[in-house]
């Protein structure tokens, strides 16, 4: 025999490629239906790549899906940058705003003010220990500021100037607890009453107006303004609307409740005022 055919691989190789090009040349035929061996072949390819593609198909789509999310992430992350940039701009063009507002009711303040001079300033200090009592500009002695000058803001009036440096004055708010924290004023009216600033109601942030005759007609919502009896304010100035009256603990006066103008708790600027009267003679002594 041969040494050719006693090569067993070689003899497997050319079986396999003679049964390769039967099975080519029978599945060219034109027939309706597959051989057995057709079924076979396909089925099992058919199955392996079921068996193959769920897997990779799993892979794939995990793979995606992390793709996606860290899209996700990103556009997530640009979109809070952009909300948190909305945020800041909206809250500065709320501010300037705001601003904006106050400076022009200062400036409408200060053109009104026709019978005192008027010293704007910023509050640079407050003490929260004391945060209903006082504060601290920016204006001193320096810029004209004086002791027990009124001190006002767009809204009404808030307190007076009870000490003076150089370049800062502290100012004493109406809601302090003093009871020598008096000021002269009058409820607007067909008859105008006069009477008192004394004291503070806390639990009902209002003022008290004092002394008011027992036989005087007051109603809720008439306005109350500084009457400049007292020699230390000017006349005019807003302090706030009467909320409800009541006799005193003797029934000789009256008690008026006084809802301020101005809010005591939130300041920015405010107004320094002189009496034009206490220039003149300043003027005159000189």
Same mark, same amino acid.
């Given at each position: 025999?041969?040494?050719?055919?006693? *090569? @067993? #691989? +070689?003899?497997?190789? !050319?079986?396999?490629?003679? &049964? =390769?090009?039967?099975?080519?040349?029978?599945?060219? $035929? /034109?027939?309706?239906?597959?051989?057995?061996?057709?079924?076979?072949?396909?089925?099992?390819?058919?199955?392996?790549?079921?068996?193959?593609?769920?897997?990779?198909?799993?892979?794939?789509?995990?793979?995606?899906?992390?793709?996606?999310?860290?899209?996700?992430?990103?556009? *997530? @992350? #640009? +979109?809070?940058?952009? !909300?948190?940039?909305?945020? &800041? =701009?909206?809250?500065?063009?709320?501010?300037?705003? $705001? /601003?904006?507002?106050?400076?022009?009711?200062?400036?409408?303040?200060?053109?009104?003010?026709?019978?005192?001079?008027?010293?704007?300033?910023?509050?640079?200090?407050?003490?929260?220990?004391?945060?209903?009592?006082?504060?601290?500009?920016?204006?001193?002695?320096?810029?004209?500021? @004086?002791?027990?000058?009124?001190?006002?803001?767009?809204?009404? &009036?808030?307190?007076?100037?009870?000490?003076?440096?150089?370049?800062?004055?502290?100012?004493?708010?109406?809601?302090?607890?003093?009871?020598?924290?008096?000021?002269?004023?009058?409820?607007?009216?067909?008859?105008?009453?006069?009477?008192?600033?004394?004291?503070?109601?806390?639990?009902?942030?209002?003022?008290?107006?004092?002394?008011?005759?027992?036989?005087?007609?007051?109603?809720?919502?008439?306005?109350?303004?500084?009457?400049?009896?007292?020699?230390?304010?000017?006349?005019?100035?807003?302090?706030?609307?009467?909320?409800?009256?009541?006799?005193?603990?003797?029934?000789?006066?009256?008690?008026?409740?006084?809802?301020?103008?101005?809010?005591?708790?939130?300041?920015?600027?405010?107004?320094?005022?002189?009496?034009?009267?206490?220039?003149?003679?300043?003027?005159?002594?000189?």
């Amino acid at each position: 025999m041969p040494k050719f055919f006693l *090569n @067993k #691989r +070689l003899i497997i190789l !050319l079986v396999s490629i003679m &049964l =390769l090009v039967a099975l080519i040349g029978f599945s060219l $035929k /034109e027939r309706n239906e597959l051989s057995w061996m057709e079924k076979f072949v396909k089925d099992t390819v058919v199955f392996m790549q079921s068996i193959v593609h769920k897997p990779a198909q799993f892979v794939a789509g995990f793979f995606e899906n992390v793709s996606d999310l860290r899209h996700t992430y990103e556009e *997530n @992350k #640009r +979109l809070k940058e952009h !909300l948190e940039q909305y945020v &800041l =701009l909206q809250s500065e063009v709320e501010s300037l705003k $705001k /601003e904006n507002e106050r400076l022009r009711e200062l400036l409408d303040k200060k053109e009104s003010l026709r019978d005192f001079v008027a010293i704007q300033a910023t509050v640079i200090g407050r003490n929260p220990d004391r945060w209903e009592e006082t504060l601290i500009v920016n204006k001193g002695s320096q810029h004209g500021v @004086k002791k027990n000058m009124a001190v006002i803001t767009p809204q009404g &009036l808030i307190g007076k100037v009870r000490s003076v440096s150089p370049f800062s004055a502290t100012v004493q708010l109406l809601s302090a607890k003093d009871r020598q924290n008096r000021i002269s004023a009058f409820i607007q009216g067909d008859e105008n009453v006069f009477g008192l600033i004394e004291g503070y109601d806390e639990a009902r942030e209002m003022l008290l107006l004092k002394r008011i005759p027992y036989d005087a007609k007051i109603e809720k919502g008439q306005r109350v303004f500084t009457s400049g009896l007292g020699g230390i304010f000017p006349k005019g100035l807003f302090i706030g609307e009467v909320e409800e009256v009541v006799a005193d603990e003797y029934g000789l006066t009256q008690i008026a409740y006084i809802k301020p103008a101005a809010n005591f708790y939130d300041i920015d600027d405010v107004i320094i005022v002189k009496r034009k009267i206490d220039m003149v003679q300043e003027e005159e002594e000189q």
